[in-house]
C-alpha cells in the first residue's frame, strides 16, 4: 500500500519570504510524484511532477521540488513568494506500473500575507 | 470548453434521495477518474474507467455508489439513499491512457445532504 502525508495543514508565509511545503511518502513499489495545486474556487492543476531524470523539477512559476529517495520525501520549495501563490497543495503518488490513479496527501493550505 | 466538466457545481439534497453527477470528460482521453474530497481532506480514489469499462473500482465506499460510462466519454457516478456522510466535493478528473500520468481535474461537484 502507499500513503502520502504532509505535516503542514496550514504555512502562512509573509509575501517575499521563501516557503517549504513538506511531503513524505511510503510505499513498497517504485511511484512517481506530483504536486497539484487548487486556487480558491478552481479546480486541481498539476503543479510539477517526478518521473525520472533528474530529481529537481521546477515549475513555470518559480516554484521547484527535489524527489529525495532515501528520505522518501518530495518538499516543494519557492525562494521568494507572491500573494497568488495563497492555494491549497496534495502531494499525490502514482505506482510507477499499472493505473495512472493519483493517491494523495492531506494538502497543505498556503497564506501568503501582504 | 477544453476542460473537464461536472454538473451539477452544487447539489443540496435530503437523507435517502438519490442523486446523479455529471463529468464530462476531455475530448479523446480515454481514462476516467472520480474522486471524494471531504472537508479538511485530500482527494480519495473512488473509481478508474479505462473506455466503457471500470478498471478499478476498488475506492467505491458501499453498494450504495456506482457509476457508469456507457459511451467511453461522459460518465455518471450514481449514489444510492443518500447519507449525511455523503456530504463533499465529488471530483472527476481524465487523462490520456498511458500518458505521462498527468491528471486534468475538473472543479467539483458540491454535494450536500441534509
Known amino acids: 500500500a502507499q500513503s502520502v502525508t504532509q505535516l503542514d495543514s496550514q504555512v502562512p508565509v509573509f509575501e517575499e519570504a521563501p516557503v517549504e511545503l513538506r511531503c513524505n511518502y511510503s510505499?513498497?513499489?517504485?511511484?512517481?510524484l506530483f504536486w497539484y495545486v487548487q486556487y480558491p474556487n478552481q479546480g486541481l492543476q498539476l503543479l510539477l511532477k517526478y518521473l525520472s531524470g533528474s530529481t529537481l523539477v521546477e515549475s513555470i512559476n518559480g516554484f521547484e521540488a527535489e524527489f529525495n529517495k532515501s528520505q522518501t520525501s518530495f518538499h516543494l520549495r519557492k525562494p521568494s513568494v507572491h500573494i497568488s501563490d495563497t492555494a491549497e497543495y496534495f502531494c499525490?503518488?502514482?505506482?510507477?506500473?499499472?493505473?495512472?490513479?493519483?493517491?494523495f496527501g492531506t494538502g497543505t493550505r498556503l497564506t501568503v500575507i501582504p | 470548453g477544453a476542460g473537464v466538466s461536472q454538473t451539477p457545481s452544487n447539489k443540496v439534497t435530503e437523507k435517502g434521495k438519490y442523486v446523479e453527477l455529471r463529468c464530462d470528460p476531455i475530448?479523446?482521453?480515454?481514462?476516467l477518474y472520480w474522486y471524494r474530497q471531504s472537508l479538511g481532506q485530500g482527494p480519495e480514489f473512488l473509481i478508474y474507467?479505462?473506455?466503457?469499462?471500470?478498471?478499478?473500482d476498488s475506492g467505491l465506499p458501499n453498494d450504495r455508489f456506482f457509476a457508469v460510462r456507457p459511451e467511453g466519454s461522459v460518465s455518471t457516478l450514481k449514489i444510492q439513499r443518500t447519507e449525511r456522510g455523503d456530504s463533499a466535493v465529488y471530483l472527476c478528473?481524465?487523462?490520456?491512457?498511458?500518458?505521462?500520468?498527468?491528471?486534468?481535474f475538473g472543479e467539483g461537484s458540491r454535494l450536500t445532504v441534509l
Open positions: 474507467f479505462q473506455g466503457t469499462g471500470a478498471a478499478d
Open positions: 475530448s479523446g482521453h480515454t481514462a
Open positions: 478528473a481524465s487523462s490520456i491512457l498511458g500518458g505521462n500520468g498527468e491528471l486534468f
Open positions: 499525490a503518488v502514482r505506482l510507477q506500473t499499472g493505473a495512472n490513479n493519483l493517491f
Open positions: 510505499s513498497s513499489v517504485s511511484v512517481y
